[in-house]
């Protein structure tokens, strides 16, 4: 996941991504000519690296899917957020390719809000049918630890800017 939090270093930590990882695009509060500029570098970076570039918010030319909203032809990639078992049900039913299930800790992306934890992330995923990545305060060693729950990855923002343990 990006944001602005990340800064200008966002371009060599996509490239430091293992092969084939997959990036969602967000940037929301970026005015949209430095928007579409940094996209398409990250895109660069991607499709040298084996990424998966996706965008959140206002369509790029040459993502390979959305976050968040429905897909319209194209064969791209559709994910969705979920924090409920309505919501993983109704992104089940609408055909998306995985769902970001969170928040599966605490995260500086909303300090202070409820998180699922290991015992509520497991309930919320239990007879996934999708793949389901885990977001929210993630990093390698609780990505770990959800592993039992057959999750097909994890996402973060600060696990690439934060020293562990921080």
């Known amino acids: 996941m990006t ?6 270093a966002l371009p060599a930590i996509v490239a430091a991504l293992p092969r084939g990882s997959g990036i969602v695009f967000r940037h929301y509060a970026t005015p949209a000519r430095e928007r579409r500029a940094l996209f398409a570098q990250l895109r660069r970076i991607a499709r040298a690296r084996g990424h998966v570039l996706l965008v959140a918010g206002p369509w790029l030319r040459g993502a390979d899917g959305v976050h968040g909203r429905r897909v319209r032809g194209g064969g791209r990639i ?39 934890g290991p015992v509520g992330f497991g309930l919320l995923v239990r ?23 057959g ?3 994890w996402a973060a923002i600060d696990a690439w800017t934060v020293s562990p343990g921080g």
């Open 151 to 153: 999750i097909a990855g």
């Open 127 to 149: 007879d996934h049918r999708v793949p389901v990545i885990a977001l929210g305060g993630m990093n390698a060693a609780r990505a770990r630890r959800l592993a039992a729950f």
């Open 78 to 116: 559709a994910t969705r957020p979920v924090h409920s078992r309505r919501e993983l049900i109704a992104a089940e039913r609408a055909g998306v390719d995985a769902v970001f299930a969170s928040p599966a800790f605490a995260t500086r992306s909303h300090p202070g809000g409820d998180v699922l």
């Open 3 to 8: 944001d602005e939090r990340l800064g200008d």
